[in-house]
């Protein structure tokens, strides 16, 4: 798929529906799901300067993997399993900074900050030990204007492939110089992922389900996507006034205060995406990325974290904090929307209606999910036990047939 407007695809002929309800709420599936869309995709940790000094660290929990990321002695920044390569134990929780070696928990393994095994306790009953065997698990790290991502196994596009030129449109707001404005926004919502991903992955919803950015951002805006699974939308500021006190101090200061931006760029908010379960948020003030996790069927963690450029004055202070304001209460809307979806996806006989070439981006996402997992095709969920199974055929006819 090349570059294209996601509201006018020419390839749009005929109506086409979502995935079946029951892929919704299905343990099986989400274990397929789990090793062939998630497990290979980048994954967003968290910000170069959350992690500035040597010993610095962070962990990143996906599912049953649990990521270490961490800059070592000469500044490096690394990732590892965060297990001890021992007995399995977890090495770390949360974030923090390490001052000489990273300490196992259980038995006293010590890692050096770059992996490699600095000491065993009672290493002399440990038959044939090689310590330079069992240093941390690798696991592969990208750096996007200055995001960190992790890939947990196999291999693919790095994030600068994936991304091309899009890039260059969130350069000039010098992403690598920004820093967190508060501690991460962390919440379960009671619904699959795929329901969220769902909901940021169209706009046809705004008028109704987002007010407030209706009133503040001109409808539509310029749409776009890759074959990556890259793609978002654009939007600026509307000229009449908002009817909000927040929107329309937001819509009068901007274009003030925000000096170091371009003219053009004061009001303009881009909002992207990259599959299977990432956002990227630039407004003229701040970015955040915004990530939905699979927490088990039918539930999922939703992680947004905010950066900006320091700027200590008081009007872009006030700026942000309405742009805080505006967004907060858009991650609440969502998070109603999303698990009021997941409820009405349970009713019997629900069948996916069809889809409106505004929410191609939704097209796309379960075009993503049948690809990885063909079972997901099906309108009735195989039999309890039965799901990998049936994939598996489904996936060996399809070979056959190619």
Not at 101 to 115: K, N, S, T
Request: with cysteine.
């Amino acid at each position: 798929m090349t570059d294209l407007d996601r509201r006018g695809e020419a390839a749009r002929r005929e109506a086409v529906h979502g995935l079946p309800a029951w892929t919704y709420e299905n343990a099986e599936l989400l274990a397929l799901e789990y090793e062939r869309l998630f497990l290979g995709s980048w994954q967003a940790v968290c910000h170069v300067s959350d992690v500035a000094a040597p010993g610095d660290y962070l962990t990143f929990d996906l599912m049953r993997d649990s990521i270490l990321v961490i800059r070592d002695r000469d500044g490096a920044l690394r990732a590892f399993q965060n297990v001890c390569r021992h007995r399995g134990a977890r090495l770390l929780d949360g974030r923090g900074r390490l001052s000489t070696r990273l300490l196992c928990p259980y038995h006293g393994w010590a890692y050096h900050l770059d992996g490699r095994l600095a000491a065993v306790p009672a290493e002399g009953t440990f038959p044939g030990l090689d310590k330079t065997c069992l240093g941390l698990t690798e696991v592969q790290l990208d750096i996007l204007l200055g995001f960190v991502f992790v890939r947990v196994a196999g291999d693919g596009p790095s994030l600068e492939e994936m991304w091309g030129a899009y890039a260059e449109r969130i350069a000039p707001y010098r992403p690598e110089e920004m820093t967190a404005l508060y501690p991460p926004v962390v919440q379960e919502w009671a619904c699959d992922w795929k329901t969220a991903v769902d909901n940021n992955q169209e706009n046809y919803h705004i008028p109704v389900g987002h007010p407030g950015y209706f009133r503040l951002l001109e409808r539509g805006g310029d749409s776009f996507g890759n074959r990556y699974g890259v793609g978002g939308s654009v939007s600026r500021h509307r000229t009449k006034p908002s009817s909000n006190w927040v929107e329309r101090m937001y819509q009068d200061l901007a274009p003030k205060v925000l000096d170091h931006l371009p003219e053009e760029k004061r009001t303009l908010w881009q909002f992207f995406s990259m599959l299977p379960n990432h956002g990227i948020d630039v407004y003229p003030d701040s970015m955040d990325f915004f990530q939905i996790l699979p927490l088990g069927p039918g539930r999922c963690q939703v992680r947004v974290a905010a950066y900006a450029l320091p700027d200590a004055r008081r009007e872009v202070t006030l700026l942000r904090y309405l742009n805080g304001r505006i967004n907060r209460h858009v991650l609440d809307e969502d998070r109603w929307l999303s698990e009021r979806v997941q409820k009405g996806l349970r009713s019997h006989g629900y069948a996916p209606g069809p889809l409106s070439v505004i929410e191609d981006g939704v097209k796309e996402l379960h075009d993503l999910v049948r690809a990885a997992c063909p079972v997901a095709a099906l309108p009735e969920a195989p039999p309890p036990g039965a799901v990998a199974r049936r994939d598996a055929a489904l996936r060996a006819e399809r070979a056959a047939a190619e």
